[in-house]
C-alpha cells in the first residue's frame, strides 16, 4: 500500500471532503478530532517499486459479536474454503513484498490473534532493513493476547511494537453485553497484566487500551481510565465516542449516543466527563465533549423507519382517544 500524496489529497479533500474537511466526519477520523490532519500529510515525487508500509486487516474473523461493530454485519457469506482461498491468494501475492516491508500494521478484519493467515505473514516477516528502521503495530480486543498466542508472532519483539487493545469494560457484566461474548473480563484483565509484562521487558514499546464510550459503560470511565494508566501501565488511553452506522437497530442506535443532548442521560454524561482524569497526558480524546447532532428520538426513527414507524403508530393509535390520536398521526406525517 503506497502512502496517498499531498496531490491527490487535495483532490479528494476538493471533490468529497469540502475542500476544507467540512463534509467529513470527525468521529471516524482521529486525526480530525484532534486536529493533526495535516502533520500526517505526505509528498511523495516518484512512486517506489516496493510500499515500505503494509497494512493487514483483510481476514474476517472475530470471537466476539461487539454490539456497537460496524465491521461483521459486511461479512462475505461465502463459504469458508473459497474465504481461505482469497487469503492464500492474498498471502502468495504479497510474500515477495514482505522482505521490502519496514512497518506493518495488522488488525484483521475483527480479531487479529483469530486471524490465522494474518499471523502467518507476521510470523514470516523478516525485513532487509536494518532492525532499528522497523516498526510493527498490532490492535486486538485482548481475549487471546496471552502468552500461548504471543509465542506465534514473537518475532515481532525485535522492533519498535505498539500494541493496541480494546476493551469495552472492567466490569463483567458490562464487558459480556457489550463485547457479545461468554469469555470472562477477567481473562482480558490478565492478558493485560502479561502485555504489561512484556512492556518491562522492553518487548513492547507502546501500549495504548481503547474503549468506545457509550450508554452501556460511560458512568465507567474515570475508574477505567485511572486503571489503564495505573494498573495496567498504558502508554495512552484512547477514548472514542460511539459512531453510527446502519447495522443496528435504530432505536439501540439513538440510546447508544451519549453525545446527544436529546438523550435522557446526557446531563448525567456531562458531569461524568469533567472528571480530572480525563485531563492526564495520556488520555486520547477522540471527540467525546463535541455534540453529536442526532435529533430527538421520534425525528431519527422516522429519518431511518419512516414505513416502520408509521404502520406501529397506526396499529397503536388505533387504541388512543380520537383526537389525540388525530394530533400525532398529523405529527407523523407531516414529517
Known amino acids: 500500500m503506497t502512502s496517498i500524496t499531498a496531490k491527490k489529497h487535495k483532490v479528494f479533500t476538493q471533490s468529497w471532503g469540502g475542500g476544507d474537511y467540512s463534509q467529513c466526519s470527525v468521529d471516524s477520523c482521529p486525526y480530525l478530532a484532534t486536529g493533526t490532519i495535516d502533520s500526517h500529510l505526505i509528498e511523495i515525487d516518484k512512486i517506489p517499486e516496493y510500499p515500505d508500509t503494509l497494512l493487514l486487516g483483510h481476514e474476517q474473523v472475530c470471537n466476539y459479536h461487539c454490539t456497537f461493530c460496524s465491521s461483521r454485519p459486511g461479512y462475505s457469506t461465502e463459504p469458508q474454503e473459497i474465504q481461505n482461498a482469497g487469503y492464500e491468494n492474498i498471502y502468495e501475492k504479497l510474500k515477495p513484498v514482505l522482505p521490502h516491508i519496514k512497518r506493518i500494521s495488522a488488525n484483521g478484519n475483527g480479531e487479529l490473534f483469530a486471524s490465522p493467515h494474518i499471523l502467518k505473514m507476521l510470523a514470516e516477516w523478516k525485513p532487509l532493513a536494518p532492525v532499528e528502521e522497523c516498526s510493527a503495530s498490532l490492535e486486538t480486543n485482548g481475549s487471546l493476547f496471552d502468552a500461548e498466542h504471543w509465542a506465534k508472532i514473537s518475532n515481532l519483539g525485535q522492533y519498535n511494537l505498539r500494541v493496541a487493545i480494546t476493551v469495552t469494560s472492567f466490569d463483567d457484566y458490562t464487558y459480556k453485553l457489550l463485547s457479545g461474548t461468554t469469555l470472562p ?151
Open 185 to 335: 473480563v477477567q481473562q482480558v484483565i490478565d492478558n493485560l497484566h502479561f502485555v504489561k509484562s512484556l512492556k518491562e521487558q522492553g518487548i513492547v514499546n507502546h501500549l495504548q487500551i481503547a474503549t468506545v464510550v457509550q450508554e452501556r459503560n460511560f458512568f465507567q470511565m474515570p475508574e477505567f481510565t485511572r486503571r489503564c494508566i495505573e494498573e495496567f501501565g498504558a502508554d495512552s488511553v484512547r477514548l472514542r465516542p460511539y459512531q453510527i452506522h446502519g447495522s443496528e437497530d435504530s432505536a439501540r442506535i439513538w440510546f447508544t449516543e451519549m453525545r446527544n443532548p436529546n438523550h435522557p442521560y446526557h446531563e448525567e454524561y456531562l458531569k461524568v466527563m469533567q472528571d480530572p482524569i480525563f485531563k492526564h497526558p495520556k488520555v486520547s480524546d477522540w471527540g467525546l465533549n463535541t455534540e453529536s447532532h442526532t435529533p430527538d428520538l421520534l425525528t431519527f426513527l422516522m429519518q431511518r423507519d419512516k414505513k416502520k414507524v408509521v404502520k406501529f403508530a397506526l396499529k397503536e393509535l388505533a387504541k388512543w382517544p380520537f383526537r389525540k390520536s388525530k394530533r400525532l398521526l398529523g405529527k407523523l406525517i407531516g414529517r
